[in-house]
Every structure is written in C-alpha cells, then in structure tokens.
C-alpha cells in the first residue's frame, strides 16, 4: 500500500479515536453492506427481451454515449468492469427484460431458466441478485396501464408476470444463499385529471393481493412495492402514489420502496425512513438524483445522499434496509456512472459511520444545541478521504481518481470496439 495511504489513515483513525469512534471497527462494518447495483445503468433501460421497443411508463433516457451493452455477455463483462473498481461485495438488480434467453418469451412466461446464466456468473463472482418485474416497455402497456388496467386480460396478463417474477426472484435467493428483493414499479396513471382516482386503485389493490397469494418462500424472495408522484404521460395521477403503498406495505407486512426521485421537489426520502421503519419491516431505497424532476442523474456526494446515509446509521436501520441504486444516464461512459453512484453511496455510509453519534444525541438531549452545530460543522473537514482511501486500498480497488484510467483503456479496447 502507498505511503502516504496508510500514514494518512493512520493520522485520521487518532483523529476519530478522541471521539470515541473505533475506524477498524466502522470499515468491517462497512464491509458488510451491499449495495444493489442495477443492471439498467448499462444499457440504458433497453433490455434484451424487446430489442425494437423503446423505453416507455414515463421514464426516460438522454444522452448517446457510445458503447452500451447489448447483450447479456457485455453488460456482464461491463459489471464486472464497474466491480472490480468498486469496494466490497454487492448484489445486481435484474429487471425481466435482461433475461438471458435465445427463446422469444412473453413476460408472463418467464421462469428461472431464463435467468440461468445470470446465476451461474453471480455465483462465480459472489455477488447476489434482486429483480423487478417490467410493467413498461411492452405493448401491453402503451396506453399507461398496467396491474391496474379496465381490461381484464390485460390486467391478468401482468399479474402473470408478477407471479412469474416472484418465482424467479426466488430462485435467485435459493441458488445465491441470499434474498432477492423482487420490487414492484409499474407506471400506471393519466396525464390529465381523472374522474375516478379510486378504481384504478382498488384493480391495482386486487392485482397486488393476487400476485401475493401465489405461494413463493419468504426466506428466499422479498417483495418489495414502490410508489411514484408522477411520471412523463401521468402528470396528473398516479395509482401507486405513495400513500397507496405505504399502507398497502404496512397491512400486507411488504417492504416498501422510497425512490429518491419520486417525490415533490423540495420533499426528501431522507426524512421519511425514521417513520416508515417504525411501521413496515424491511425498506428498499432506489437511490438517485433527481434534478428539478425524476431525472434519475448519477448519485454525487450531495446533502441528500449524506442524510440518506446518516438516517441508516444513526437509526441502526442498516439490517432492515436494501440499499438500491436507480439512475440512468446515458451522457457518460456507462460503466463510470456505476462506479460513480456506487462508491458515492459507499463513502456516504462511511461518513455517516464516522460521526460521533452517542456526543450528539447527548448534547441533543441536553438542549445544548450549540455544541450540536458546532460538531456538525467540524466534522465536515475531518479527513473521511483519508480512511476511504485506506478502505479502497485494503479492498484491492483504486485509490481516489486512478479508477478512471481503468476506465478510459475499457472504453478504448471495449466500448469504442462495440458495433
Ligand atoms: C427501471 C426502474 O424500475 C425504474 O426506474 C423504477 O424503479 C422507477 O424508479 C421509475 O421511475
Ligand atoms: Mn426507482
């Protein structure tokens, strides 16, 4: 290891050690967490199932960067590019439409066959797996309307496909020694004012309890069910909103979603975990960076992505939450954008876990609000960097920038090669 690598780490340990914080102690903790990383970064949504579809349900992609995955065996060798520079173990979040298959299968038929190989190359690398039904870019659902369609064939088509992919994320949890978190987002809504919120609401109710009912072990598969404001084409009215699915979460024992894009503008998930942990179970967060509306830009180190980190840590919620990641941006190289999000959502979990918890609460506690601020501040240029760097170094992945040479000579000999 470089020098000035470990004498800045050992310099920043004392530093934390006079407030009582244990940096050995933090990064095996830190070790521990896994952050499931979203195999649609790499491909811009498109997926392998319906190459001449484009990406619908209100969601969008800009940018032409060259050199996209399009097929399975690239966006694996493009994750295993972005693994080898990020810290840790973690899991890839599948969506349907990545089924690796030369069979044309309709969504609804999909079975864990169709995910074989994902499974054998996670297994190889240690990684885990969480899937998402894909309720968008289907003919079925280019009117908006998915689990909450009028049309009953339509409707029983997609509970189909969430039954299916239950099963297959369960196959995923038996096979790895460890649960999928199988999310639910579908897109449904109108673009202008609706006459009837409620019916909509009570199909999407009766599709949900179906697609429940069906049997699909619980040490294996979790379910996981994800709410939205709005979306391109559903200004106006969106049926899963959130409080549709938070309590539908919280009376069906559901982990719920919180999308870091799926609120009002000025509104923060970050103030919502402390809450919705003290009803529901398990909660998965889609991490992303919305910008002025669900962008879903790269993950920086911005006050949100640090208050998202803080709440985990100062709540001790790290065992009930799955950390996800969900943002698409197809203006940069795409397997930076990876290694970006992903080590920013690291580092934030590291600086949450080196603030002196207990010496805040205390002076909290004792309205002694002055020494709260005043730690807060200071603790903004204690020299985090420094044990990240060590962090890195330890876990065999580049220090600081170096990471992105890495990947300037895989664009170079991959990506720019890619037809
Ligand atoms: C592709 C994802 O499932 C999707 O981004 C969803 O999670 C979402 O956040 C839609 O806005
Ligand atoms: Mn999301």
């Not at 197809?330 to 397997?335: A, E, Y």
Request: aromatic share 10%; hydrophobic share 40%.
């Amino acid at each position: 290891m470089d020098k000035s690598v470990l004498d800045g780490y050992v310099h920043a340990k004392e530093l934390y050690a006079k407030h009582g914080i244990d940096v050995d102690a933090v990064l095996e903790k830190l070790a521990q967490i896994k952050i499931s990383i979203h195999c649609w970064q790499g491909d811009d949504v498109q997926g392998f199932l319906f190459r001449d579809k484009s990406l619908s349900g209100g969601i969008a992609v800009t940018g032409s960067y060259p050199g996209r995955a399009s097929t399975p065996s690239e966006l694996r060798q493009d994750l295993d590019q972005a693994l080898s520079l990020i810290p840790g173990k973690h899991k890839i979040n599948l969506h349907a439409i990545y089924a690796d298959t030369e069979e044309q299968v309709e969504l609804n038929e999909l079975e864990p066959k169709h995910f074989e190989r994902w499974v054998e190359w996670a297994k190889e690398q240690g990684l885990g797996l969480d899937f998402n039904p894909t309720c968008f870019s289907h003919p079925k659902a280019d009117d908006g309307f998915t689990l909450s369609h009028s049309d009953e064939s339509v409707r029983k088509f997609w509970i189909e496909h969430g039954i299916a992919s239950r099963k297959i994320g369960e196959y995923f949890g038996k096979e790895l020694g460890q649960p999928c978190v199988t999310n639910f987002w579908l897109p449904d809504g109108y673009k202008d004012t609706p006459v009837d919120r409620l019916a909509p609401r009570q199909r999407l109710q009766a599709s949900l309890d179906e697609i429940f009912a069906a049997p699909v072990d619980s040490r294996y598969n979790i379910d996981a069910v994800e709410s939205k404001l709005f979306g391109i084409g559903s200004e106006s009215y969106v049926v899963g909103s959130h409080e549709f699915y938070l309590g539908y979460a919280i009376k069906n024992g559901k982990a719920l979603c919180l999308d870091s894009g799926h609120f009002h503008p000025t509104e923060v998930i970050s103030n919502k975990i402390s809450s919705v942990l003290m009803y529901v179970d398990q909660l998965l967060l889609h991490v992303s960076r919305p910008v002025r509306w669900d962008s879903d830009h790269v993950v920086t180190m911005d006050d949100e992505l640090l208050d998202i980190a803080r709440e985990l840590v100062r709540g001790d919620f790290l065992g009930r939450t799955h950390i996800g990641l969900d943002f698409f941006d197809g203006s940069i190289n795409h397997v930076a954008a990876w290694v970006i999000g992903t080590r920013n959502t690291i580092k934030a979990l590291l600086r949450a876990m080196l603030e002196p918890i207990d010496q805040l609460r205390e002076a909290e506690l004792n309205k002694d609000y002055t020494t709260r601020l005043a730690l807060f501040e200071e603790l903004k240029s204690y020299p985090y960097g420094a044990v990240w760097d060590y962090y890195c170094a330890t876990a065999g992945v580049p220090v600081r920038e170096a990471w992105l040479d890495q990947v300037k000579s895989y664009e170079q000999d991959v990506l720019l090669k890619r037809v």
